[in-house]
T-cell receptor, first 111, second 114 residues
């Protein structure tokens, strides 16, 4: 089975940096995804890691350590529009297999 | 390119009634997934189509749920008869075949069973 843990809520200040952690225990692993979801909207893809290390994409970066079952999403230069839920999801074996999600981290960006 | 679209966006039905949710994936995406989020819980996998075939339906809760994807294009998810615990947001997602591609999600259908 799969078990994914991430903090329920976080608060950060506009312009700051925030790190959202995700730990997982899986029976199979073929990549870890981060999605952003604003209330009432579709989850939107942010990043994907399948090998250890850091993937950077603009203000967002994601890190993966497969041996530790650990990932984080780093958001820099926070903006008010970054207030959303951030979902960590693990894909099991196979390039098109299902995603197992964590409960999501609700990030509130304040002035 | 149009995204994944779902219909209806909201549905309120009485216990025992039938509801059919529809998902139109991104054109050319062979993989289509249904997920569900029950209040306060994580998004959970229901099933996966590759074209018109069910690849994995291990997440379907029980036989009151029936998913189809005739012709390998749009998909429907029917709940019959609906129970109170079926309330939640039903998401559809699609992805291309080949390589490590991400899944694109629709906005979801919020189903409320009263």
């Amino acid at each position: 089975g799969q078990n994914i843990d991430q903090p329920t809520e976080m608060t950060a200040t506009e312009g700051a940096i925030v790190q959202i952690n995700c730990t997982y225990q899986t029976s199979g692993f073929n990549g870890l995804f981060w999605y952003q979801q604003h209330a009432g909207e579709a989850p939107t893809f942010l990043s994907y890691n399948v090998l250890d290390g850091l993937e950077e994409k603009g203000r967002f970066s994601s890190f993966l350590s497969r041996s530790k079952g650990y990932s984080y999403l780093l958001l820099k230069e926070l903006q008010m529009k970054d207030s959303a839920s951030y979902l960590c999801a693990v894909r099991s074996t196979g390039t098109a297999s299902k995603l197992t999600f964590g409960t999501g981290t609700r990030l509130q960006v304040t002035l | 390119e149009a995204g994944v679209t779902q219909f209806p966006s909201h549905s309120v039905i009485e216990k025992g009634q039938t509801v059919t949710l529809r998902c139109d994936p991104i054109s050319g995406h062979d993989n289509l997934y249904w997920y569900r989020r029950v209040m306060g819980k994580e998004i959970k996998f229901l099933l996966h189509f590759v074209k018109e075939s069910k690849q994995d339906e291990s997440g379907m809760p029980n036989n009151r749920f029936l998913a189809e994807r005739t012709g390998g294009t749009y998909s429907t998810l029917k709940v019959q008869p609906a129970e109170l615990e079926d309330s939640g947001v039903y998401f559809c997602a699609s992805s291309r075949t080949g390589g490590n591609t991400e899944a694109f999600f629709g906005q979801g259908t919020r189903l409320t069973v009263v």
